[in-house]
């Protein structure tokens, strides 16, 4: 086994299934999946391991009894990843159901996860990443779920490399790429459509493969 574990949240599609690509064919580093549901190639590799988890509805999942097997790893590397930009609609026009499901899957979950993660600090080396957005510092028109959710993500990583200095972390933003968010984003109604059409128009979504590259090299 590698002395070091990636845990990926979003693992299946977009960027998380990038850098869980890219780990499992450039690096001889351990994977963990937590997803919704896995791909088919997930059970043809022993590197990776996945684990069902609906960020919408954890229930009694537990990351510490999840990474049990992997303690012996000298590194940890959680990988804040998963995310929904839907629903995408002015204020006001939310029901309360969308704004709770909406937080749950963007901000509470996540926290959990991190809170768990941060308790195996005595037992091995841990980084976080925090996969962030422009959108978390700037203010975008129908975006105010997923503008409020990064920033509040991000600030709650922040906070948390102030509480543990041991612990490395990390808010990055990969910057706007091609994947299936970026489609959605073009075929709704949102005020700056035509910002994010231009850019698919003009070549300037980056691969999601290469943003992986950037994002992991640090780390690996």
């Known amino acids: 086994?590698?002395?070091?574990?990636?845990?990926?949240?979003?693992?299946?599609?977009?960027?998380?299934?990038?850098?869980?690509?890219?780990?499992?064919?450039?690096?001889?580093?351990?994977?963990?999946?937590?997803?919704?549901?896995?791909?088919?190639?997930?059970?043809?590799?022993?590197r990776i391991s996945y684990h069902c988890c609906d960020l919408n509805d954890l229930g009694d999942f537990d990351l510490t009894q999840v990474l049990k097997p992997y303690l012996d790893?000298?590194?940890?590397?959680?990988?804040?990843?998963?995310?929904?930009?839907?629903?995408?609609?002015a204020v006001g026009k939310f029901t309360r159901e969308d704004l709770e499901s909406y937080f749950r899957i963007n901000v509470s979950a996540p926290i959990c996860l991190m809170n768990d993660f941060v308790t195996l600090a005595q037992q091995a080396k841990l980084y976080i990443i925090n996969i962030s957005s422009g959108a978390a510092n700037r203010a975008i028109g129908h975006w105010s779920l997923y503008c409020s959710a990064?920033?509040?993500?991000?600030?709650f990583?922040?906070?948390l490399a102030v509480d543990h200095s041991s612990i490395a972390v990390a808010n990055i933003d990969p910057g706007v790429l091609d994947t299936q968010m970026q489609r959605e984003?073009?075929?709704?109604?949102?005020?700056?459509?035509?910002?994010?059409?231009?850019?698919?128009?003009?070549?300037?979504?980056k691969e999601p493969l290469d943003a992986a590259g950037d994002i992991l090299a640090p780390y690996l």
Do not use: W
Request: hydrophobic letters at 40%.
């Open 185 to 205: 984003i073009r075929s709704s109604d949102i005020p700056d459509l035509e910002v994010f059409s231009g850019l698919a128009e003009n070549n300037q979504l």
């Open 157 to 159: 990583c922040d906070v």
């Open 73 to 89: 790893c000298e590194e940890l590397v959680l990988v804040n990843n998963a995310a929904t930009i839907h629903p995408l609609d």
């Open 150 to 155: 990064k920033a509040a993500m991000q600030m």
């Open 1 to 46: 086994m590698s002395s070091k574990c990636f845990i990926i949240t979003g693992a299946s599609t977009g960027l998380g299934k990038a850098m869980k690509d890219y780990l499992l064919s450039s690096t001889a580093h351990q994977v963990i999946s937590l997803s919704r549901k896995p791909e088919p190639t997930d059970e043809q590799n022993a």
